[in-house]
C-alpha cells in the first residue's frame, strides 16, 4: 500500500513559532497552546491511522479513496 508522508500545516508551523515567541503573560497565549494542542493531537491521530494502514495485510491490490468535505 502506498501512503502519502504527512506533513504539519502551514497553521501548526505558525502556531508553533507564536506560541515560542510570545510571553506567557499575553492575553491570548493560553488560547493559542490550546489550538496548537488540537492541532498537535489532530495529527498524530492522523499518523496512527496511516500506520495502522500500514498494519493492514490485504490478499490483493486494493486502492482507497477519501473524500473531503469542507
Not at 489550538?35 to 493492514?56: M, N, S, T, Y
Request: glycine share 2%; with cysteine.
Amino acid at each position: 500500500m502506498i501512503l502519502l508522508e504527512r506533513q504539519t500545516s502551514e497553521t501548526q508551523k505558525m502556531l508553533e513559532a507564536l506560541v515560542q515567541r510570545l510571553p506567557i503573560s499575553n492575553s491570548k497565549y493560553t488560547l493559542y497552546c490550546e489550538h496548537l494542542r488540537r492541532l498537535q493531537a489532530g495529527f498524530a491521530g492522523e499518523q496512527f491511522v496511516d500506520a495502522k494502514w500500514l498494519e493492514l495485510d490485504l490478499p490483493f491490490p486494493t486502492i482507497f479513496f477519501m473524500t473531503f468535505k469542507q
